[in-house]
């Protein structure tokens, strides 16, 4: 089911080279509300990923066999429309985060409108939501973006805080928290490896360019939405260099980015599959200087070494200060 019942979708799939496949259920609940996604509940319109970055996690990891394989999931609006029919009657408030896994707005979007009419009956129950996405196409949805962002019902948990005093949770209606969690109905991240038209253009090809991506959060904002960045993952010895990260941060604070998520790289497969082998096939072509070095810091894991992480970590919390961009959603 579609809401424009005069859709040819199945020459939209086939020029897009999509499948439909039926899934069980649409809306998943999330293992734990993770502190920088915020959400409850996640919802993936697709499966696979036509923009195919090179370093995707889901190439060659558990959550994909064949990345070269994208589908619809075909029954998802009335799956959703149970599933939150449901929850609503039952007063269950949440943020209900698009694209967790695959991006929402793929260029098979802009003709089959999945991700719209799912975000349309989201505003129809009255939840919040987070999408995440590398695409400007979410523009096109704005005037939906907006009804969320002004019709949503805020989860309790982001109502309340604690009581300093007694480390009981309370309302606090009238607090500074609470008027800014007012604005957490709709929030809006747009993934980043770079901010560089010219790096992304290597390791993203099929992606829109950053510089859309930056012109989208300016909109946003002037709009006043809770927008900001997930630099998911910073590419090591390329963009996660002390003077790579402050150019990002420049961007991202002109563009009128709130927060930037940070996150390093993994990989999986093996040097000739999945993320790990398209990774490594980019940095020979194009960073020869770094694949020694990238490669000692991987060994043949899936992970770089831990302190790896945390130093980058520290890194990029002290430049991001300086440029008053958060490091966390909220
Ligand atoms: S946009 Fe995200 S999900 Fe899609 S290929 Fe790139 S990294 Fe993977």
């Given at each position: 089911m579609f809401f424009n019942q005069n859709l040819k979708i199945d020459e939209i799939a086939k020029k897009y080279s999509f499948k439909y496949k039926a899934v069980k259920s649409i809306l998943n609940k999330s293992k734990g509300k993770r502190?920088?996604?915020?959400?409850?509940y996640t919802i993936n319109?697709?499966?696979?990923?036509?923009?195919?970055?090179?370093?995707?996690?889901?190439?060659?990891?558990?959550?994909?066999?064949?990345?070269k394989e994208f589908f619809v999931k075909e029954n998802a609006l009335e799956k959703l429309k149970t599933q939150l029919k449901n929850k609503a009657i039952k007063r269950e408030r949440a943020i209900i985060m698009v694209g967790?896994?695959?991006?929402?707005?793929?260029?098979?979007e802009s003709e089959l409108f999945l991700t719209r009419d799912i975000l349309k009956l989201i505003n129809r129950y009255r939840y919040c939501s987070h999408i995440l996405t590398k695409?400007?196409?979410?523009?096109?949805d704005l005037d939906i973006l907006k009804k969320i962002k002004n019709g949503s019902i805020i989860p309790e948990d982001l109502k309340r805080k604690k009581d300093p005093k007694n480390g009981k949770t309370k309302e606090n209606k009238e607090s500074k928290e609470s008027k800014e969690n007012e604005n957490l109905k709709m929030i809006v991240s747009f993934s980043f490896s770079t901010t560089e038209d010219k790096i992304a253009s290597i390791?993203?090809?099929?992606?829109?360019r950053p510089s859309e991506r930056l012109k989208a959060i300016k909109k946003l904002k002037k709009e006043g939405f809770h927008v900001g960045a997930s630099l998911m993952p910073l590419l090591p010895y390329i963009t996660d260099t002390e003077e790579a990260i402050h150019k990002t941060f420049k961007d991202l604070k002109k563009a009128g980015a709130i927060y930037a998520l940070p996150a390093g790289l993994s990989l999986f497969g093996s040097e000739d599959s999945g993320s790990r082998g398209s990774y490594f096939t980019k940095l020979r072509e194009h960073f020869p200087e770094s694949l020694e070095e990238t490669s000692k810091l991987f060994k043949n894991k899936n992970?770089?070494?831990q302190n790896y992480y945390n130093n980058q970590l520290k890194k990029l919390e002290e430049i991001a200060k300086g440029y008053e961009v958060k490091t966390s959603i909220v």
């Open positions: 502190s920088f996604f915020l959400e409850d319109p697709y499966m696979g990923c036509s923009f195919d970055c090179s370093y995707c996690y889901i190439n060659g990891s558990k959550y994909a066999s064949n990345t967790s896994a695959t991006d929402p707005y793929m260029p098979i695409s400007n196409l979410i523009l096109r390791f993203e090809e099929n992606a829109p992970y770089a070494n």
